[in-house]
């Protein structure tokens, strides 16, 4: 390079380095004369410099007197401490005082070598007013937020106790008793039993009653969702893991209920292949997203519910053994309605309550020949069927006082008839229920068994598999 060359080179770099200096004194002196008011601190977050403005906004008419101080002495909300020990900016923030909130800007000082040497502070002028609108959405939205949580997280909370297991039969009172110890632990638990005999009911009182109370209790029906998604229930999925995926992927139900409770139901309609899957979350705590390599940590306490004879499938392999000594560590038996006969006059008067409650109207009444009719049917759907014939024979009678004559009709008379009549097994009682409630959903959806699967909350194979089973045809998909 010559002579001439670094000259002018030389010249352009002083041009560059001046118009630098000018730069920074140009900016520092539009901070300060534009802002409500500018504070520098040293090293040790010791006021260096404050404009006249700033310190006699907090009480201080001669600026000199706050030289030396503390900050915080200074200025009792200032963060400019938290500035410099992370060397971190603070480029807009609210700070308040006693005359208003000012907003704030905070930045780190630094020397040649990149060490922090203090900080500086600027409280821009008259800039609340002007941001008010913006501060008043944010505020909304945060309200919002806050709102549609409060919404989601009491969808996901338990919705009965132990109380609304109603009954004091023995058989009753054994089963609450197992529940609130099963409450107290923090293992499996499996209930068993037919369906309508309560077991959502006890899988959100044990959630209830237990350490996890305030956090998420999320259910799943395995029957009600079709295999081929099941598994992104379960797990999550990642965006494209399928067709038809969410581009912004699913949550699985496992992430959902992280630190509370997944209520499994009906497990016995568990595919095979997820079975294996369900059992490694269970053992080790951790499970992948489909379409993911991505191990995700699970802290949920599982509660599998089902009307199936579990030990049956496994013996016939339709279960994995494994997952069922798994889920069998605690395992309650809700014994059927018809077991626990004693119930059923405080169940009655439960329902008539609730239903007075919801749809209006003074709360009915049996009378004791009703209540003794009741007692002698053999309740194939259990509780839930009870709440159906109670729930029909409120809206078809206009007497407060419900008999036998209006009960009767109701109860299914050639299909499952009084213990007192030699009744038949409870394999065929089921199966006739099971046979008329099909014929009765087929029939409310014109023969559509889509529609009458989704009617009843259950799979349209499964839906399909019981109409083979029952010899029932339809002329609709």
């Known amino acids: ?35 409500e008011g500018t504070v520098i601190v040293d090293a040790d977050t010791r006021v260096v410099w404050i404009n006249a403005r700033y310190a006699d906004r907090f009480g201080f008419k001669n600026p000199d007197d706050a030289l030396g101080r503390d900050v915080e002495e200074v200025i009792p909300s200032s963060l400019l401490r938290e500035v410099v020990r992370t060397g971190k900016p603070m480029l807009l923030d609210l700070m308040p005082t006693r005359s208003g909130s000012l907003v704030v800007t905070r930045l780190p000082l630094r020397d040649e070598a990149g060490r922090v040497v203090g900080a500086i502070g600027f409280a821009l002028y008259d800039e609340v007013h002007s941001l008010s609108p913006l501060i008043a959405k944010v505020g909304k939205l945060n309200a919002e937020l806050a709102a549609a949580r409060e919404s989601l997280a009491q969808t996901r ?20 008793r197992q529940a609130q110890r099963a409450a107290t632990m923090d ?38 969702i079709p295999e081929a998604l099941l598994e992104a ?18 949550i699985g139900k496992f992430q959902l209920a ?24 269970l053992q080790d705590k951790e499970f992948e997203a489909l379409g993911s390599n991505q191990v995700v940590r699970s802290d949920v306490r599982i509660i599998a519910a089902t009307s199936a004879r579990l030990l049956q499938q496994v013996e016939t392999g339709a279960f994995r053994a494994d997952l069922f000594y798994r889920l069998n560590v605690l395992s309650i038996h809700l014994p059927p309605l018809r077991e626990r006969s004693s119930d059923i006059a ?50 078809l009678s206009d007497h407060l006082q419900l008999d ?60 399909y598999k019981k109409m083979v089973l029952h010899g029932l045809r339809s002329n609709q998909p």
């Open 346 to 395: 405080a169940l009655c008067e439960t329902i008539f309550a609730e239903l007075a409650a919801t749809e209006g109207g003074a709360r009915r009444r049996i009378t004791p020949a009703g209540i003794a009719l009741l007692q002698g049917y053999d309740w194939p759907g259990n509780v839930r069927e009870l709440r159906n014939v109670l729930e029909r024979a409120t809206m």
């Open 187 to 224: 293992s499996p638990v499996l209930l068993l039993g037919e369906t309508g005999t309560g077991k959502e009911v006890l899988a959100h009182a044990i959630h209830s009653a237990s350490r996890r109370a305030n956090k998420p209790l999320v259910t799943l029906n395995m029957a009600a």
């Open 404 to 463: 036998v004559a209006e009960l009767q009709p109701l109860l299914r008379p050639g299909q499952a008839p009084s213990r007192r009549d030699a009744p038949p097994s409870h394999a065929d009682a089921m199966a006739c229920f099971e046979k008329q409630l099909l014929e009765d959903a087929l029939a409310a959806c014109s023969g559509r068994v889509i529609d009458a699967a989704a009617r009843l909350g259950i799979g349209r194979a499964t839906f």
């Open 157 to 176: 909370r338990a919705k009965y106790s132990f109380d609304s297991f109603v009954g004091s039969a023995p058989a009753s009172e054994e089963v609450k």
């Open 233 to 250: 229930e379960l797990f999550g999925a990642t965006a494209g893991a399928y067709t038809g995926a969410d581009r912004k992927g699913r």
């Open 1 to 35: 390079m010559s002579d001439l060359s670094t000259a002018i080179l030389g010249t352009h770099l002083a041009d560059y380095e001046q118009t630098r200096d000018w730069a920074i004194t140009s900016l520092f002196r539009s901070f300060e004369t534009f802002s």
């Open 258 to 281: 992280d630190g509370g409770t997944l209520f499994l139901d009906e497990i016995g309609d568990l595919p095979l292949a997820l079975q294996a899957k369900l059992l490694r979350v």
